[in-house]
């Protein structure tokens, strides 16, 4: 009891039921991880957005015209930002293996600086580091939504795109960049999160990704079994969530507050 | 750069994304006031990195604007006149201070008059995609355009007044269709989230790290 009590006082009132599920998140992926290295095969079922991304790229190499990574107005404090910094990784990488120019604007500088470092790796990667320029691909017009908008049109009608991925997190910015991209013919792949921005991504863009198919993008992008293992976890995690809210909600409708109390709600 | 110096330079660089993320995620969960400590300290870091980058932004917009000027690009006019603004506001900014009334009163009236501009805008892009987006080609855009309708009747009280009981379909579909699947998207948007960091821990997210294999 007194070990309960110290425990207890440790950690935030309301948190330890997050921790523990954080613990357990690591310890499933951890599985699975495991799981894979030892030979475990894993298939995914076809995402049609990420499949739409060979379209894009190959579109691009039949017009000669570029590629443009947008991913969101926020920094690199977002997964979603991560997501769509994976999405240019790969993107880049096959564009620039077939000469194709790949552009990144972002409105955040800490995603400046990340982005950078992935054009010039991945110019390493396939042989051509002297085409690396700081400032050639990676464009910042602005840290405000709206600046960041209005540049990223402008870039849009300048270099008219053959492909548009738009990964990331969004507001009512993406009404301005996403209608341009579709004014010059470009092929859309969008993908957000945000509830309130996953509307008008569906409407806008040609492919959508929603919720968490846009952080599936790199195992399935990259065929990498162990970051396809990972997802295995993250299937077998919505299972248990399902299961403890079908219980949560049986105990709640005879009276009982166990599950509600203990999540910390 | 050689395979070793790479592979060293990937495997610091992991490390400090580890280390820097669990000593952020303790501070948001452990009571200890040493735990804080760090995590208040971890986060001065990445303020004061973030502000470094500022710099980064800066050179790249004068780098790029910069040839484009010396090269007579398309634009480079408006490219000259973004540059000559940042050099005007740097000066002014540091001689009277970001709260001073003269240096607020100068931002704001640019800045809010032409966030409202584009605002204005908005609706002619809004417009031209609702267009597209709801053109009846099959049963399912007809359904989606059916459900719009409804929507749009929810927020129009005169056609309200014709069909009173628009409103209750169009709760009922905010309340129940709409609210199910929004907190469907945000809670597996929320583990995928946890998944993403855990693969970027293990290097097998190759878009933020990409130098080397996971470990």
């Known amino acids: 009891m007194l070990a309960v009590n110290y425990v207890t006082e440790m950690i935030y009132q309301g948190r330890a039921f997050q921790l523990s599920f954080l613990i357990l998140v690591g310890i499933l992926t951890y599985i699975s991880y495991y799981i894979t290295k030892r030979g475990k095969e894993w298939t995914i079922r076809p995402i049609e957005a990420l499949d739409a991304i060979d379209e894009g790229v190959g579109r691009a190499a039949e017009t000669g015209r570029p590629i443009l990574v947008l991913p969101g107005i926020s920094g690199l404090g977002s997964a979603q930002t991560l997501a769509g910094l994976t999405v240019f990784g790969e993107i880049a990488q096959r564009a620039v293996e077939i000469g194709i120019t790949p552009y990144l604007i972002t409105s955040s500088t800490d995603v400046v600086t990340a982005s950078e470092a992935i054009i010039r790796q991945t110019l390493e990667a396939v042989g051509k580091p002297e085409l690396y320029q700081p400032g050639r691909y990676i464009k910042w017009y602005g840290s405000g939504q709206f600046v960041y908008a209005v540049g990223a049109a402008g870039h849009i009608m300048q270099e008219k795109p053959a492909f548009v991925s738009a990964i990331g997190y969004f507001l009512a910015d993406v009404i301005v960049t996403m209608e341009t991209a579709t004014r010059v013919g470009s092929l859309i792949v969008g993908g957000t999160t945000d509830q309130s921005a996953t509307p008008l991504m569906a409407m806008l863009s040609d492919y959508l990704l929603i919720g968490e198919e846009m952080y599936a993008a790199s195992a399935v992008l990259t065929k990498d079994n162990v970051a396809a293992g990972t997802l295995a976890a993250e299937d077998l995690i919505k299972v248990i969530l399902l299961i403890l809210m079908v219980v949560g909600c049986l105990a709640w409708a005879v009276g009982s507050r166990y599950i509600y109390n203990l999540m910390g709600v | ?215």
Not at chain 2, 39 to 45: A, I, P, V
Not at chain 2, 85 to 93: A, E, M, V
Not at chain 2, 140 to 161: D, G, H, K, Q, W
Request: hydrophobic share 50%; proline share 3%.
């Open chain 2, 1 to 215: 750069m050689s395979t070793t110096l790479a592979y060293i330079r990937a495997y610091i660089g992991r490390i400090v994304v580890v280390v820097c993320c669990l000593g952020i995620l303790a501070g948001y969960y452990f009571t200890s006031p040493t735990v804080g400590g760090v995590s208040d300290e971890l986060y001065t870091w990445n303020m004061c990195i973030s502000s470094f980058t500022l710099f980064v932004g800066l050179i790249t917009i004068f780098s790029r604007y910069g040839r484009s000027i010396i090269n007579r690009d398309t634009n480079w006019p408006f490219h000259l006149y973004c540059l000559v603004l940042i050099i005007i506001w740097i000066p002014f900014g540091f001689h009277y201070g970001i709260y001073a009334d003269l240096y607020q009163t100068a931002y704001l009236s640019t800045k809010i008059t032409l966030h409202i501009a584009i605002l204005g805008l908005l609706i002619f892009f809004m417009t031209s995609a609702l267009y597209r987006t709801f053109r009846i080609r099959s049963l399912r855009t007809a359904v989606l355009t059916f459900l719009a309708v409804v929507m749009i009747f929810l927020n129009a009280p005169y056609l309200r007044s014709y069909f009173p009981t628009a409103g209750d379909i169009a709760y009922w579909l905010l309340n129940n269709p709409q609210m199910s699947g929004a907190r469907a998207m945000v809670l597996c948007g929320g583990i995928g989230g946890i998944i993403l960091g855990i693969r970027i821990l293990l290097g097998h997210e190759k878009g933020a790290l990409r130098v080397t294999g996971g470990m």
